[in-house]
C-alpha cells in the first residue's frame, strides 16, 4: 500500500468523483424537470432525461478517477462507475422503499458511461506517441 499522502489523494479524488458526479446528474434532472414544466418535452420523455444523467455522472466520475492516476485507466473507470452505481442504488433503496426496479438498465447505462470516459482517455499530462526525430548535425 502506499504512503500517507497517496492515501489522502486518492481519498480526495474519489470524493472529487462522486461530489462531481452526483452535481452532474443532479443538474441533468432539474433541466429535464424544467423542460417538462415549460411544455418543450413530454412527460414520457423523462426517462431519457434520467438516462443521460445517469450516463453523463457516470462520465464525469470515471474520468476524475482516471485523470489522477497514473496507470490502470481501465479499471479506474470501472471501479468510478461502480462507486457511482452503488451511491444511485443507496438512493435509490433509500428514497423509494426498497423498490430496485430497472436496475440492471442502470448498471448497463452506468458501465457504459464508464467506458465512454475509458475511451476518451481523460488523462492531465497527455505525452505525445509520437515523436519527430531530431537530425544530428
Same mark, same amino acid.
Request: glycine share 10%; proline share 1%; with cysteine.
Given at each position: 500500500? #502506499? ?23 443532479? %443538474?441533468?434532472?432539474? %433541466? ?21 444523467? %445517469?450516463?453523463? #455522472? ?6 476524475? @478517477?482516471?485523470?489522477? #492516476? ?8 470501472? #471501479?468510478?462507475?461502480?462507486?457511482? @452505481? ?32 475509458? %475511451? ?18
Amino acid at each position: 500500500m #502506499g504512503n500517507k499522502e497517496d492515501i489522502q489523494q486518492w481519498a480526495i479524488a474519489l470524493v472529487q468523483a462522486l461530489m462531481l458526479s452526483i452535481g452532474a446528474s443532479v %443538474l441533468i434532472a432539474m %433541466l429535464t424537470a424544467w423542460l417538462v414544466c415549460q411544455n418543450v418535452i413530454a412527460e414520457y420523455a423523462t426517462d431519457y432525461g434520467a438516462m443521460l444523467a %445517469l450516463l453523463i #455522472g457516470s462520465i464525469v466520475s470515471s474520468a476524475v @478517477l482516471a485523470g489522477k #492516476g497514473k496507470g490502470m485507466r481501465l479499471w479506474l473507470c470501472i #471501479g468510478g462507475a461502480v462507486l457511482y @452505481l452503488l451511491v444511485m442504488a443507496l438512493g435509490s433503496v433509500l428514497l423509494f422503499d426498497g423498490v430496485t426496479d430497472g436496475f440492471l438498465a442502470t448498471a448497463a447505462v452506468v458501465f457504459a458511461g464508464s467506458m465512454v470516459a475509458n %475511451l476518451l482517455r481523460f488523462r492531465r499530462n497527455k505525452q505525445p506517441k509520437f515523436r519527430v526525430p531530431r537530425s544530428r548535425i
